[in-house]
């Protein structure tokens, strides 16, 4: 794929998801003020979210409309979508759910707001036949949009694959996870126009620890070596891809938050502007900080 010029506007950072509820006092203000919108209010500090409760829930279009109205002030800022987990995970989908899924993506995709729907398949989708049929299947169904495909099995990490992605026009999405039995490594990847890099964490004790909860899984801060091979990682995706996407999972105490802006500012090459909230809860961001946060 041909190399392109360095552009840091093409590179989108932010957060996997914003509903959660460690985040008051952490990123978002405690008390909150009324009328108080977490998108809006997170549309200020990043140009891209990754909608993740469409994973669990198709919602309706009225709901990604609003999503759409409440972000309407930032013209740059995407939503990245997961796809329903009864097409990955499950098993269950029908072809009321595909149409379901069209509808709820129409208020995002007619106006531009929709950078990727991820297909994000568990780690015991493993490189079958039969689950090769299955992306070939997604492919056809939602060919509409930009796909990125994530997988977390070794087994799929060959070039044939990557050969294959890009015959269905789909993007691969790069992935920091712990490194346990066969999960697939840190790559730099790009299949399609879409570059993806979701960030995970590296929390080998608790990844797949029976009984341990998401927060456990994702309570992760990435050190300052990590974030700088991080970066550069993304350097090489953007290079290749005509967008970017850089969404962090490590979503606990607010760290996805504090990661992002801390690449986002190392990617940017300046100051970046932060929430009071977070800055208070790690002041170490100080020095990353634009100046009308920072004084």
């Known amino acids: 794929m041909e190399e392109v010029r360095r552009d840091p506007e093409r590179i989108r950072v932010g957060p996997a998801g914003w509903s959660y509820k460690d985040w008051a006092g952490q990123v978002y203000p405690k008390p909150q003020p009324r009328g108080f919108d977490p998108l809006t209010y997170l549309a200020q500090y990043f140009d891209a979210i990754e909608i993740n409760s469409s994973f669990y829930r198709i919602p309706d279009s009225k709901t990604t409309q609003r999503w759409v109205d409440r972000v309407a002030d930032h013209p740059a800022f995407r939503f990245t979508a997961k796809l329903w987990q009864g097409f990955t995970h499950e098993g269950t989908a029908r072809p009321e759910d595909e149409a379901a899924f069209r509808q709820a993506m129409a208020p995002l995709h007619d ?8 297909l994000q398949f568990p780690y015991r989708f493993h490189h079958t036949p039969e689950n ?6 997604l492919a056809d169904t ?7 495909l994530e997988i977390r099995h070794r087994s799929w990490d060959r070039p044939q694959v990557y050969d294959f992605l890009r015959e269905l026009g789909i993007g691969f999405c790069n992935i920091d996870q712990p490194q346990v039995s066969y999960s697939i490594g840190l790559t730099a990847h790009v299949t399609s126009p879409v570059g993806y890099l979701r960030l995970h964490g590296r929390n080998v004790a608790t990844w797949f620890a029976e009984g341990a909860d998401a927060a456990a899984r994702y309570d992760y801060r990435y050190p300052a070596e990590e974030l700088e091979m991080l970066v550069d990682v993304v350097e090489v995706l953007s290079r290749q891809a005509r967008e970017t996407y850089l969404i962090t999972n490590n979503h606990f105490r607010g760290q996805a938050a504090l990661n992002a802006l801390e690449l986002r500012h190392r990617l940017r090459r300046a100051p970046v502007p ?13 020095p990353v900080a634009a100046p009308e946060v920072n004084g």
């Open 111 to 118: 106006v531009g707001r929709l950078g990727a729907v991820l």
């Open 142 to 148: 939602f060919r509409e949009y930009p796909l990125v």
């Open 274 to 286: 932060v929430p009071p909230p977070l800055l208070t809860a790690y002041p170490e961001l100080r």
């Open 132 to 137: 090769w049929a299955h992306l070939r299947r």
